[in-house]
């Protein structure tokens, strides 16, 4: 049963690219929808956040999409810097019962 | 500032052993969790202590006992290991159960169980 769904597995872009994260889940009982960041040997650390009342939310270069009719939501990177180079996970949760997206490696090229 | 402290950093296991994984967090919060990452899957939950005083199973709890010795303290106990439970495991912390509070994870255990 995998309720929540991250794509691509991995991906590779340049220095300045915008590489964009896909999350798609089944369980409507999801209420809120983060994503979290983790370089290797650490633990992931919340990146930013999105309530299903909302569609978009920035923070500096993060943006989060969301599409609730789709039961969507994706990550975009702005003017992306080899420093982002990380594996990104998604986990909408409730309850804060954090249900993991599978991870996307993240290469930024410099 | 330390955040969530989880020790030891790596163990090597033979199957059959017990192990206990202990974790402490200082930044006063109720709720504390163990999550185990094994490549191309996520975090997978274990288990869940909502306060102090309570603990819940979460997706993956066969295999595993937890106890909240306090507030601080959140262990998982491994009481025969299995090669299976070979995976990183990650103990997090957050505010409360409510959805909109962060959690705070640690840096992991590395366990390999032989």
């Known amino acids: 049963q995998q309720q929540v769904k991250q794509s691509p597995q991995s991906l590779i872009v340049q220095k300045g690219g915008i590489p964009i994260i896909n999350c798609a889940y089944e369980n409507t009982a999801f209420d809120y929808f983060p994503w979290y960041q983790q370089f290797p040997g650490k633990g992931p650390a919340l990146l930013i956040a999105i309530r299903p009342d909302v569609s978009e939310k920035k923070e500096g270069r993060f943006t989060i999409s969301f599409n609730k009719s789709a039961k969507q939501f994706s990550l975009h990177i702005m003017d992306s810097q080899p420093g982002d180079s990380a594996t990104y996970f998604c986990?909408?949760?409730?309850?804060?019962?954090?249900?993991f997206g599978g991870g996307t490696r993240l290469m930024v090229k410099p | 500032n330390a955040g969530v402290t989880q020790t030891p950093k790596f163990q090597v296991l033979k199957t059959g052993q017990s192990m206990t994984l202990q974790c402490a967090q200082d930044m006063n919060h109720n709720s504390m969790y163990w999550y185990r990452q094994d490549p191309g899957m996520g975090l997978r939950l274990i288990y869940y202590s909502a306060s102090e005083g309570t603990t819940d199973k979460g997706e993956v709890p066969n295999g595993y006992n937890v106890s909240r010795l306090n507030k601080r303290e959140f262990s998982l106990r491994l009481e025969s290991a299995a090669p299976s439970q070979t995976s990183v495991y990650f103990c997090?912390?957050?505010?409360?159960?409510?959805?909109?509070?962060?959690?705070?994870f640690g840096d992991g255990t590395r366990l390999s169980i032989l």
């Open positions: 997090a912390s957050s505010e409360v159960t409510d959805s909109n509070q962060p959690q705070h």
């Open positions: 986990a909408p949760n409730a309850g804060n019962m954090l249900t």
